[in-house]
């Protein structure tokens, strides 16, 4: 099966459509996202809580520079990560992407096209693990380095796991819903459309 159809094959119907600029769709989302962060960043905090040799070095000059590097890194992280979504579409599709913003999320489409499921659940997954390990590796070097910085670090990985909770619910879909080989997905940023063959 190839990657992608620039025309919806015979005997396709839409199983599933999802649009994130939907008011009750994006609300729905974006408290989920919030759910992950608390939980995520609640998560990092408990080594410092069993830690009673716990270092707070804040000074004036320390709190500055990580906040103003973590705003730098969450604005470089938003579009970075739909760069990620757009090279791993690129790169097996071959076709124009568009990208935007709304007030529900941030998106990276290729709307012309529909997808196979294994081009889908690349370009869904490539972010999310991409930056998973790198915010990772970063947040338990900061642990060993200074605690300011490590509770930084720890907010990115938090913003980022809350971040990709679309991503996550989709690509949840297709391994437990839409376990389907053959389906299709045409993505246009905010919106999925799944297409599966029709039953007989």
């Keep these: 099966m190839q990657n992608s159809y620039k025309e919806l094959p015979e005997n396709y119907e839409c199983a599933y459509h999802i649009n994130a600029k939907d008011t009750k769709t994006g609300i729905i989302l974006n408290v989920f996202s919030l759910i992950i962060m608390v939980i995520s960043m609640a998560i990092c905090f408990i080594p410092l809580i069993l830690n009673?040799?716990?270092v707070w070095e804040i000074n004036i000059y320390t709190y500055l520079l990580?906040?103003?590097v973590t705003l730098l890194c969450i604005i470089s992280y938003m579009v970075l990560h739909e760069l990620v979504h757009g090279l791993a579409y690129k790169c097996l599709t071959k076709e124009k992407l568009t990208f935007g913003i709304s007030w529900s999320?941030?998106?990276c489409g290729v709307p012309n096209v529909y997808v196979n499921r294994k081009t889908a659940l690349i370009s869904l997954t490539a972010p999310?693990?991409?930056f998973s390990i790198i915010f990772i590796a970063l947040t338990i070097l900061m642990y060993f380095t200074n605690t300011i910085?490590?509770?930084c670090a720890s907010a990115l990985l938090s913003l980022h796991l809350g971040g990709c909770v679309g991503d996550i619910y989709m690509t949840a879909l297709f391994l437990f819903k839409f376990?389907?080989?053959?389906l299709l997905m045409r993505d246009t940023g905010p919106e999925q459309f799944v297409y599966i063959k029709k039953q007989n």
């Design 66 to 68: 990580s906040l103003s």
């Design 52 to 54: 009673p040799d716990t």
């Design 149 to 151: 910085f490590y509770l």
């Design 105 to 107: 999320c941030a998106f």
């Design 179 to 182: 376990k389907q080989k053959d």
């Design 128 to 130: 999310l693990i991409t």
